[in-house]
């Protein structure tokens, strides 16, 4: 079976990138294309593993300072509470059966990444000279070398060829009447500013009889107060560690999140229980 395709390469607005490469996954048994005339026959069992991250930083708003009369209610004020990020994530890990011959005995090589930080958000707005250490308002987090592990098939070790693949989010768009759930939408089509920045549980807020509501219901990334370049500070490895275990555990709403359409609340079901993050590889290369 093929793989569902990975996210795709980022356009040419990405203006910051730096790479992550291997660390705790070690070669074995030789190097492709040594000069040895040895040569190893299949069956082999070989396993690949990717992950790859879009996001938006999105902002946590509270109002305050509105006026009313017998006409009219209107917020004046109001401000930007913290920040966070918004995830989209696929992660494919694949097993397959190999007839190939190769000159080592068996191979592997770690899961390293790519950031691809955008220094404007999704509405255009600029904030900003990134830094080493930005994830910027969005960007994208990819699989720069996939994990590969090739070894002797072992039937008793149960290799078998599979394909495990899912497309998930820390967010959920959803559309209520009153306090039920009426359906559940694909937060990724509602990158405005507007429906995640106001929700309806906020005092005062203007969405109280908007029935769309985009929440990030799982937090990576926080930052209080208005966002700043300056003041970010993204660790690779605390980020991917984190997106990695909710692959792990099925921690992930699906896009659109599962769930009871009459009071239920979206279902964290989707993931790949086959995913390792120990396969990661977070050392940095030029």
Excluded at 65 to 89: D, E, K, P, R
């Amino acid at each position: 079976m093929t793989p569902p395709p990975l996210i795709a390469p980022p356009d040419a607005d990405m203006t910051t990138t730096f790479s992550f490469h291997g660390s705790g996954v070690n070669v074995v048994s030789g190097v492709s294309g040594t000069d040895t005339a040895t040569e190893y026959r299949g069956p082999w069992y070989i396993e690949e593993q990717s992950l790859n991250i879009s996001y938006w930083r999105m902002p946590n708003a509270h109002l305050h300072g509105f006026q009313a009369n017998l006409s009219s209610v209107s917020w004046s004020m109001g401000h930007t509470q913290s920040t966070s990020l918004a995830c989209f994530i696929e992660a494919n890990v694949v097993g397959t059966k190999d007839w190939g011959t190769y000159t080592t005995s068996s191979w592997s090589q770690p899961q390293t990444f790519k950031v691809y930080a955008a220094s404007a958000d999704t509405s255009g707005q600029t904030y900003g000279d990134l830094t080493a250490s930005s994830f910027g308002p969005a960007g994208e987090v990819v699989t720069k070398q996939k994990y590969y592990s090739r070894v002797p098939w072992n039937d008793a070790s149960g290799h078998s060829e599979f394909n495990h693949f899912c497309k998930g989010s820390n967010s959920t768009a959803d559309r209520r009447v009153g306090t039920s759930y009426s359906s559940l939408e694909d937060p990724q089509d509602y990158p405005g500013v507007l429906h995640w920045a106001m929700k309806r549980q906020d005092e005062g807020g203007p969405l109280d009889d908007y029935d769309l509501e985009c929440r990030i219901r799982q937090w990576v990334g926080n930052m209080n107060g208005s966002y700043s370049p300056l003041a970010e500070y993204m660790d690779i490895s605390t980020f991917l560690e984190t997106t990695a275990s909710w692959v792990m555990y099925s921690a992930l709403y699906a896009q659109p999140a599962n769930g009871a359409a009459e009071g239920g609340y979206p279902l964290r079901d989707t993931g790949v229980s086959t995913y390792q993050k120990n396969r990661h590889d977070y050392s940095v290369s030029g």
